[in-house]
DNA sequence: TTTGATGATACCTGTAGGGTATTGAGAAGG
DNA sequence: CCTTCTCAATACCCTACAGGTATCATCAAA
C-alpha cells in the first residue's frame, strides 16, 4: 500500500471540491481562473496519489463516485480547519486570542488595576487573563520563569532583564480612625504625623512603599512612630479600624470602606508625595499579547493623566 | 486583512511541526530529507502567508511564540486529519467502507440471503448494508434511479441496462396440510397435483413463479387447479395451514416451520423443478463496493454448489 | 579571541504547475 | 445519418518556485 498521501496537498482539495461542486472541469476551472487542461491534470494526479477513482467522467461531466463523495466530505471539512486554523493563528499574533498571565500584588487590585483589566477584556475579549497574586520579589522570579507575563507593583527598581513601565501614580491620603484626635481637626499638617503611631506596609523585599513613607517623613525632618508593619494596605487599614494608629494610603484605599475609618487629605505635604503603580515585563519579550496589553496600558495612564 | 492562506500547503504545516518538534532548523531539515536553507526559507515564508512570527530565533535554535503553539496544535490536527481522510477514502475506493443498499423480496430472506450477507459483512465489516423490502418491478426501478445497488430476485429477465447474475438454486418441494389425504400417501408423485387446489405466489409482475408452476403442469400435460395467488412464500405456506391446498415452495421454505404443515419431495419430479435466485445490478455501475459485494456473492455460489 | 553552534542569504538548477492548441468521444439536432 | 456541440484528455511549451551548494552573520562558550 502506498503512501500516496505525501504529495496530497491543499492544492488538490481546492481543486477537487470545485470540480466536485461543478460538476464539470472547465466551470471549475474558471471558478478557479486557471485554464482546464491543468485542471484536469491536477484531477488526476490526485487520483493517482490515492489509488482511487474519485470521479466518472459522464458525456454531461463528472460524477462523483462513492468514495468521491466521502472524500468531498473531508476534504470540505480540512479546508475549513485550516482556514480556521490561519485565522485563529493570526488574532493570536494579533495578540486577539491567547493568554496573559498577570502578578499582581494583594492591595493593587482596589482600582486602578480592574479598570485597566477592565479596558483590555473590551478590547481583547478572547485573551483570557489570569492573575496570579504574588509579592514583587515572586514576581521577578515568575517574569523570569515565564510563568507571568506582566506584573503589577510600587516602587520597582531598575532591573537588566526587565523594564518597568509606569501605569499611573496616587496621591497619598491619611486613613485615621473615626475616634482619632486628628480626626477632629478641620486641617491636617503633615508633620503633625510625627506625634502619632502609624501602621506602615508591606512587609517583604524592600524597598518598598514602607521606605517611601519613612523617606518622606526624614526629608520632613521627624522619625515616624511605627505601630505595626503589615502586609499590605487591606491589613493595615483593618489596623487602623483597630485603633492601632495612622496609615498613609495611595488614595484608590478609599474602595476599602472600613467602619469606622475615615480618609483625610493631607496639607503642607512634601514633594513627591506620591507612590507610582507601575508594571514589570521581559525586555525580550516580543508577545504580541503583551504588546496589546501595554498598549492598554498606556491609553489608561493617558486617560487618567 | 490578507487572505494570506491561499498559499499555505500541507508542506509548510509538515516542516513547521518537524521545526516545532525539534526546536532546530538543521535537525528537522535532516530528518524531512532535505537540506537546511530551504526549511529555513518555506518557514519565512510560511510566516510571511500568515502575517505571523511563529517562531523566535534563539542563538540556540527556533522557539515557538504564543501564536506558534498554537497553530502547531492546529498543524498537527490538520496532518491527522488529512491522514485519516486519505486512509478512509482508500478504503471506500477498494469497497471496504461505504453503505451498500440492496433491494429483497418478502420470502428471499429465509436462507441465501443472510447467509451471503453475514459472509459480506465478516469481509467488509464496515460497509453498511441497508437492505430494503421491494417487489421485483420496485427494484428494477429502484436500481435505475440508483436508490439501490443492488437487488435480490427469481425469475429475472434479461434487461439492456441491468445484468443479472445467480447466485443460488433450490428444487422445489410441496407444502403439505398434516391432514391433507396426499401427507398420508409414502411417495408423491409430481402428476397426482392435478387432483388438488394449489395455492399459488406472488402476485405482481409477470413473469413469476407462479408462471414457473403453471409450465411445469403444463409441461407434465395438466392444468393446475388454482386455489389461491398470495402475495409471498409465507402467506402462502399459511394458507396451507389453514387447510386451503397444497403449495409448491423452494426448499428455504421450510425455514418457516408453521404447526399443521409438512414438507414432502415429489417423485416424478418434471426437468427443471427448480427455481433460480439471482441478483440484479446496473451495468454501468462501477462502484467497488458493488464489485465486492458481486465477489462474494460468487464465492457463495462456488461454495454453495 | 577563537571556535563552534545556530539561522539567514546568495545564487543556481530542475521540476512541476500553468498556459495554448488540439484531439477524442459521446450526446443532441437537423 | 451526418453534423455540431460539449465534455474531458492529450501534447507541448514556459516559467515560477522548491531544493541544492556555498557562504555569511551572530552569538555563546571555551
Do not use: W
Amino acid at each position: 500500500m502506498t503512501r500516496g498521501n505525501r504529495n496530497v496537498d491543499l492544492r488538490h482539495l481546492r481543486y477537487f471540491v470545485a470540480v466536485a461542486e461543478e460538476e464539470n472541469i472547465g466551470r471549475a476551472a474558471a471558478r478557479l481562473h486557471i485554464s482546464q487542461p491543468p485542471l484536469t491534470r491536477q484531477i488526476q494526479q490526485l487520483e493517482e496519489e490515492l489509488g482511487v477513482t474519485l470521479f466518472t467522467r459522464t458525456p454531461r461531466g463528472m460524477e462523483l463516485t462513492q468514495a468521491g463523495e466521502l472524500f468531498l466530505e473531508e476534504a470540505r471539512n480540512i479546508r475549513a480547519l485550516v482556514e480556521q486554523a490561519t485565522e485563529r493563528t493570526q488574532r493570536a499574533g494579533q495578540g486577539k486570542l491567547g493568554r496573559l498571565d498577570v502578578g499582581i500584588f494583594g492591595s493593587a487590585i482596589l482600582d486602578a488595576i480592574p479598570k485597566l483589566l477592565l479596558a483590555f477584556r473590551n478590547r481583547y475579549p478572547d485573551v483570557k487573563v489570569v492573575l496570579h497574586t504574588m509579592t514583587k520579589a515572586e514576581q521577578i522570579e515568575a517574569l523570569r520563569q515565564r510563568r507571568i507575563s506582566v506584573g503589577f507593583n510600587r516602587m520597582l527598581a531598575p532591573l537588566a532583564d526587565l523594564e518597568i513601565k509606569q501605569v499611573t501614580t496616587e496621591t497619598l491620603l491619611l486613613a485615621v480612625p473615626a475616634e482619632h484626635p486628628l480626626a477632629a481637626q478641620p486641617v491636617i499638617h503633615f508633620a503633625e504625623l510625627q506625634d502619632h503611631p502609624m501602621v506602615l506596609f508591606p512587609t517583604g523585599a524592600r524597598p518598598s512603599f514602607i521606605d517611601k513613607v519613612i523617606g518622606l517623613c526624614t526629608d520632613s525632618g521627624f522619625q515616624p512612630l511605627i505601630s505595626q508593619e503589615v502586609g499590605d494596605a487591606v491589613t493595615g487599614v483593618a489596623l487602623v479600624a483597630g485603633g492601632f494608629g495612622v496609615c498613609l494610603v495611595p488614595d484608590s484605599a478609599t474602595t476599602l470602606q472600613f467602619p469606622g475609618v475615615i480618609y483625610r487629605q493631607l496639607a503642607d505635604t512634601p514633594p513627591n508625595f506620591y507612590v507610582d503603580l507601575s508594571c514589570i515585563y521581559r525586555k525580550d519579550d516580543q508577545s504580541p499579547i503583551l504588546a496589546a496589553f501595554l498598549d492598554t496600558a498606556e491609553r489608561y495612564r493617558e486617560e487618567t493623566a
